[in-house]
Structure formats: C-alpha cells, structure tokens
C-alpha cells in the first residue's frame, strides 16, 4: 500500500511565476491537507480539501489556490512567486473524520 | 485554530537516557497528535490520545494528558541515536483544522 506520493520532490522557481505541486493520498483516504514549513519552524496550515471543495484555510493569500480530484489527488498552486514561499511543501491525507494524518515527504520550493 | 507549543525548544541527551517534550494548547480538544520529523523529510505520525485518556502507551513511547492543564507530555524511554528529530504535538478540536507549533528538536548522542 503506497503512502502519501508528492511530486515533484525539489523545484526552482523565478520571483513572479507560478507553480503546481501534486499529491497523492493514501488509499482509502479523502480528505487531504496542504502544509508550508519554512527552515526552522514548525509546519503552517494552508488548506484542506474534501469531497472536491476547500473546507478550512489558514492565513494565506489569495496566490495560493488548490484543488481536489474525483479520485481525491490534489495541487497546490501559487500564483507570483515570492522569495518567501521558499519552503517546505507537505500534503497530508486523513480518512474523513478521522484526524490522524499521514504526511508526503514534501516538495522543497526554491524561489529565486 | 488550535495550535500546540512545544517546549523545550531543543533538547540533547545521551544514548539511553529518558527524554521529555511537552505540549500546550489553549482550547478544548477532541484528541491530541505527535509527530516526529527527520532532518527536511515529511512528518511521521506517532501517536493519538483522545481527550478522555490520560495516558497511551506505544512501544517506547508514552504520552500523558492533562485536559484540566490543557497540555500533554512525551516520554521517549531509553533512547537511541534514530530518535533525533523534531517532535510536533497537533491539537485537534471539532473545528477540523490544527497548526503546529515550532517543535522540540531533540538530539540523542551516541
């Protein structure tokens, strides 16, 4: 049984573009959670998506947008690249209610 | 939101010592999480412990809660050099959404 898949695993952006990151959730799972973790801090929640729809989001602009599949992949977009959205990018996946996550191993975003 | 602080900020022992991280939260919750994180990689799930336990046990680890205090503990038992990492508490509540906090980065000496 695979785990959580992101791809792709690094990336190296230019200020002002755009990206998508993907993730896969683990079989059997629904709902899925987008993290950002900077170096040296703890991750920061940027949105959950379940039953295809956004159902919570934390404080993050309006440049990052996500969306959630009929087979419940998501992405993760961000719009005009910022030096500060270098990160960390972790996707969790959790059963419906259930709020164990499993996480991905993360995309590392480069901005430049 | 909720949002677990982690405290101590970083902590280093010996091969086979005992460590202790702790957790606060300012809310009630449904159940609490840890999680350990090695160097830039994803988060390991570690373990759950509803707001009606006091105490879980899973393997060498054990995690106590104090609703009444709103904060938890982590006990690693004899630890091994694998055990450096970071280690995150996740407060859940019926709201869906919890942060972390910056975590405990534990260091264990061969």
């Known amino acids: 049984d695979a785990g959580v898949t992101q791809s792709p695993t690094h990336l190296i952006k230019t200020r002002g573009q755009q990206v998508t990151l993907r993730c896969s959730p683990k079989?059997?799972?629904?709902?899925v959670s987008w993290y950002q973790q900077a170096l040296g801090q703890g991750p920061q929640f940027i949105f959950q998506?379940?039953?295809?729809?956004?159902?919570q989001r934390g404080n993050f602009p309006d440049r990052f947008s996500g969306h959630q599949f009929p087979n419940y992949s998501s992405e993760l977009n961000v719009n005009a690249l910022l030096l500060g959205d270098s990160a960390l990018y972790l996707c969790?996946?959790?059963?419906?209610?259930?709020?164990?996550?499993?996480f991905g191993p993360g995309t590392r975003l480069t901005v430049t | 939101s909720q949002q677990g602080e982690e405290d101590p900020q970083a902590l280093s022992i010996q091969e086979g010592e005992n460590a202790t991280m702790n957790c606060s939260y300012k809310?009630?919750?449904?159940?609490l999480q840890w999680y350990r994180q090695n160097s830039g990689r994803g988060l390991v799930h570690l373990i759950l412990i509803r707001s009606n336990e006091r105490e879980k046990h899973s393997g060498r680890l054990r995690v106590t809660l104090d609703t009444s205090k709103k904060s938890s503990s982590l006990l690693i038992t004899a630890s091994r050099a694998a055990d450096t990492a970071s280690y995150f508490c996740a407060p859940w509540a019926n709201a869906g959404k919890s942060t972390f906090g910056d975590g405990t980065t534990l260091t264990v000496k061969p």
């Open positions: 079989s059997g799972h629904d709902t």
């Open positions: 809310t009630s919750i449904n159940n």
């Open positions: 998506y379940y039953e295809e729809e956004e159902r």
């Open positions: 969790a996946s959790s059963p419906a209610r259930v709020r164990e996550q499993y």
